[in-house]
């Protein structure tokens, strides 16, 4: 017998009597700009409002001064990159300024699907990350969210503020692998 | 050695101790501060309990379930029996992929089956790359606690490390420039990484989607980059809906360190173009623990290590002590299924208090779960003789009034005369070496109560 087989016919063995799934949650919540804002600069990240009608690439310019590279679908870019792009490329990428589908009030979560990305790698490789959204697509909670999103398809990634840690000594140090800073851009 | 041994080493450097302490305890604070913030909190982990309950009923279905989406997904599915099919398989699959070294992120499974010696042991370079992880795969040890490996460690032990290691300047203890130290030395191992490790926070069976919570963005970093992923999860990571991860991202983060959520929560369901994903399910025996009605709940967990932050007696003898995968209460109910006699000091090496139960976001009844394998380790014959000999001499005194009385009288008188350092000497007396004796009263409760009948 596989060990498939094997491991399936212990689990039918020895499961407990069926106890039902309960329903999906929702708790209602509040679905702000304000909590949103609030919750992202408490993990680290920034909020910036900007004007819909001013160029990203000037919002940009004017955020990452030195940003020589600046990778991008959502301005004219200085660095292309797609899914084929090569480690060598992305990992000399300053900034990646992407799009966010959905933010998250209660946590200053952005889900980021692989289609927002260019490159899977290119959300954390990059040493800065900003994203664009729309303030209109700010929901509560996580149970809203996942109710949005529906379906994460191939790979998709919820990021809540710049990379960090608190492995030594439990001091927080921003900037542990991935983004060193990560600004929201709202719209 | 027994948990009382290993944790005397650690307790032996009482400064170190209380800090160990204090952090965790400071950890703990920040976990409840979070929960307060959300009104339905309690709510949240019954949904949760109920949830994993539910999928525990049916897991073979939703193992199945899982397994056929993640292959339609265009991932390759294996299952492992124990950990040494499982460390085959991983071996196996680096080497078809012809690679000789690997990143890793955060997997307690993978150190459960204590991969990383044996893909050493077969010529792999492994490069673990959580933080915390790297700081402790540096010193040889094993992590110290679920989510924080490092905690046992202060800044200068660190530094020395990375000095001996990665070339930081002696002396160079601030937590910033050591953490960019690292920055750099793992970023040179990502770019090069071949293959991709992770571990599994949750399996959806719905969509076949694994789901990986981080803080650094190293399980992302290295498997986008990397050409194999192989994603190793313990059976009982599955859910069955993409919704339920509405219920545990909120309870997860909160219950660890106090964080509305992990920085990144990455959904892995197919492979980019031209790259390969593995899945390896491992029991290991979680089937075994499945059969057993009065531990099956410990499958539960979603190892967020609330239940060590704050138990009494982990803060204060450190993760090692354990000397078990999982430390703390939660691995001191999981280790007596793997091996019990190994591992029979565990379920002491608590005060029964239930505070972990309390803070537990899946609602295992951690602390009731102690005190009954305290049972069958006595049944088992698997106590110290001393804890042995001392419960008989105990139970035979209280079976028998006279003895009790003469006991008692002995003592009161005994303890009057006797010198303190017999009275509290250790070798006799363990309760008294943090502690004094109470004054020994004058009369017995039996001799009061008698005059009191008398007037």
Known sequence: ?187 | MSHPQRAAAFTSDAERTTWHDETLWFVRQKRDKAVYGIPEFQQLRQLASDIKEHTLSRLDEYLEQFEQNARANGVTVHWAADAEEHNRIVLDLIRKAGATSLVKSKSMLTEECHLNPYLVKNGIAVVDTDLGERIVQLREEAPSHLVLPAIHLKKEDVGETFHLHLGTPKGEKDPQALTEAARLHLREKFLIGEVAITGVNFAVAETGAVVVCTNEGNADLGVNLARVHIACMGMEKLIPRTADLGVFTRLLARSATGQPVTTYTSHFARPAEGREMHIVIVDNGRTRQLGRPDFRASLKCIRCGACMNTCPVYRRSGGHSYDFTVPGPIGAILSPNIDMRQHSSLPFASTLCGSCTDVCPVKIDIHAQLYKWRQIIAQEGELPAAKKLGMKLLSSVLARPGIYRFGGKVAREGLRFLPHGLTHAAAFNPWAKARELPEPPKQSFRDWYAQQVVK
């Open chain 1, 1 to 187: 017998m596989s060990s498939r087989e094997s491991i399936l016919a212990a689990v039918r063995r020895n499961r407990p009597e069926p106890t039902p799934l309960p329903p999906v949650a929702d708790f209602g919540g509040e679905a702000t700009v304000e909590q949103f804002t609030h919750w992202l600069h408490f993990i680290g990240g920034q909020v910036i409002h900007i004007d819909p009608a001013q160029p990203l690439e000037e919002v940009v310019r004017h955020l990452y001064p030195e940003a020589v590279r600046v990778a991008s679908d959502l301005l004219p870019a200085t660095v292309p990159v797609d899914a084929h792009t090569p480690t060598a490329v992305l990992e000399a990428v300053d900034v990646a300024v992407l799009r966010g589908e959905l933010g998250v009030a209660e946590n200053g979560a952005v889900w980021v699907p692989e289609a927002n990305m260019l490159h899977r790698a290119l959300p954390m490789i990059a040493q800065h990350l900003a994203l664009v959204l729309d303030h209109a697509s700010i929901v509560a909670t996580m149970h809203q969210a996942y109710a949005a999103v529906q379906h994460t398809g191939h790979y998709g990634v919820f990021i809540a503020g710049p990379s960090k840690t608190a492995d030594i000594e439990q001091s927080l140090v921003i900037g542990a692998h991935g983004a060193r800073s990560l600004v929201v851009l709202l719209r």
